[in-house]
């Protein structure tokens, strides 16, 4: 359940190691010391110690804030290009504000173009040709100048006043300037986006990087038929306009769109939980089919036209189950995160011979807060947890003694990694204080974006090595 960023300060990064900005995004800096490896949760930072990123860990990894911390935000698909891995590249989303003041509160649409970074070679090139990362101008030396450079991420955003905190945003996949957003008034709200995004889209730098004035604007649709506040939302991905909305009180509302602006909400709920509905997700391949979690412990499915009851439920964890996400590549793959820190992966063919879990995992040790499958590998996925950490995991992956002293020999490494870390671990991405939510960009492999208290990051492991399609491989 947890999700608190109520009342918070106003973010101000502070970046001690950043390079020259605007002050709403920056870029790690280069450790100047050597480098020491950090254990989350084993190692403790003694006085005067702190913990610097090895950029060498990232093709790319930028920082930014919006002012007041989001809780939640979601990707916005662009025309851009379905495969980007070109830099610098350039993304658009939408957040929600969790201000002091229920009327300081916005949605912002924004736009950060100029993310810089390490270009990626679709066949990896021999460890020979390894580059002096002690340099601070490696990012592009060897890179090209069209990769950015040192220059900071340019942030334009535009801002729509919202009644309340914004518990959770979502854009709809097939028509992404419509979005969803729940209140914590106990509203939920459709609107409209498109001129803001239009406006971002024809602008350069010309428009402010950071402050700009919030705007009034109508939703298409507010409904307060929810009995509390929530935060579970999701849209359908094969159905445009269908959603789902559910709240603290254990209740789920249908979303039919009735033409392109307006929507039938049924008004009889889905009701099968016993506390609080926390997250939502659509089946990748069945248009009547979501499933839903719960402070109750419990996942249910749920097939629309079976009455209002849920088809199964499943006892998934121990403790509240805070989040889901649905494999859109290997639909029968369910991931839920728990409130004890634990995270599953659930095979749903299985489901007849009872709890379906095909891997359970126990590295965090506070609640988990994010969890989302890559749009680009089907064994891959990342979790964001209450214990700062941000992790991706390939679930394909199995330990191998003799390949690891192999890459050992192969690169001189002097630090014996722990052996205690689960094979599956990929990442562990640090940093950001009290994250809340991830997502992956559908069309640009391999990068990730994270929102916490303290701001947003990017970031594109440089262990993350995406099988791109065939036809992105020509055209590069």
């Given amino acids: 359940m947890v999700r608190s960023l109520k009342n918070p300060k106003k973010a101000k990064r502070k970046n001690k190691g950043s390079k020259k900005g605007d002050g709403s995004s920056s870029s790690n800096s280069i450790p100047s010391l050597p480098a020491k490896v950090w254990q989350p949760g084993v190692d403790q930072l003694e006085e005067g110690e702190e913990l610097q990123c090895d950029p060498s860990a990232y093709n790319s990894l930028h920082a930014f804030h919006l002012g007041w911390p989001s809780l939640s935000f979601d990707v916005v698909r662009d025309s851009l290009g379905l495969v980007r891995t070109e830099f610098p590249q350039t993304v658009y989303c939408v957040a929600g504000t969790q201000a002091e ?25 021999n460890a020979a040709n390894d580059t002096d990362m002690d340099s601070e101008s490696s990012d592009s030396d060897e890179d090209g100048g069209e990769d950015g450079g040192s220059e900071a991420p340019v942030l334009q955003i535009r801002k729509v006043f919202h009644e309340g905190c914004v518990n959770r945003i979502r854009s709809m996949t097939q028509n992404p ?8 008034t106990g509203h939920v709200q459709v609107w409209d986006f498109s001129s803001h995004l239009n406006a971002l889209a024809e602008s350069e730098t010309d428009v402010s990087r950071g402050a700009s004035a919030v705007t009034n604007q109508a939703p298409l649709v507010k409904f307060g038929g929810h009995k509390d506040e929530g935060y579970a939302l999701d849209w359908s991905p094969l159905v445009a306009g269908r959603l789902v909305s559910g709240d603290c009180k254990n209740c789920i509302h ?7 602006s307006t929507w039938n909400v049924d008004s009889n709920p889905f009701v099968g939980h016993t506390a609080s509905v926390e997250d939502l997700q659509w089946s990748p391949t069945e248009p009547f089919v979501f499933a839903s979690c719960s402070v109750d412990g419990n996942i249910a499915i749920w097939d629309t036209r079976l009455g209002k009851s849920p088809a199964t439920s499943i006892k998934a964890h121990s403790a509240d189950v805070n989040v889901i996400s649905w494999n859109r590549l290997a639909s029968c793959m369910l991931a839920s995160g728990s409130d004890d820190g634990t995270f ?50 390939d679930l394909s992956l199995e330990r191998d003694e003799e390949e690891e002293a192999e890459f050992k020999a192969k690169t001189k490494e002097e630090v014996n990694s722990p052996t205690d870390l689960p094979p599956q671990l990929l990442f562990v991405h640090q940093g950001q204080k009290d994250l809340k939510e991830l997502h992956w960009h559908s069309q640009i492999p391999g990068m990730i974006i994270s929102t916490a208290a303290d701001g947003f990051n990017t970031l594109m492991p440089s262990n993350i090595e995406t099988a791109l399609p065939p036809a992105a491989a020509t055209e590069a």
């Fill in 177 to 184: 300037h419509i979005c969803a957003s729940w209140a914590d």
């Fill in 254 to 260: 249908l979303w039919e769109p009735a033409s392109g």
């Fill in 344 to 393: 599953s992966i659930r095979d749903l063919r299985l489901l007849k011979d009872g709890d379906p879990v095909v891997a359970h995992f126990e590295y965090h040790k506070h609640p988990i807060t994010s969890i989302e499958w890559s749009p680009h590998e089907a064994s891959t996925l990342a979790v964001t947890s209450s214990d700062n950490q941000l992790t991706i995991w």
């Fill in 101 to 125: 003041k229920a009327s300081w509160n916005s949605i912002g649409i924004f736009k950060l173009s100029n993310i810089s970074g390490k270009r990626r070679e679709l066949v990896p090139k």
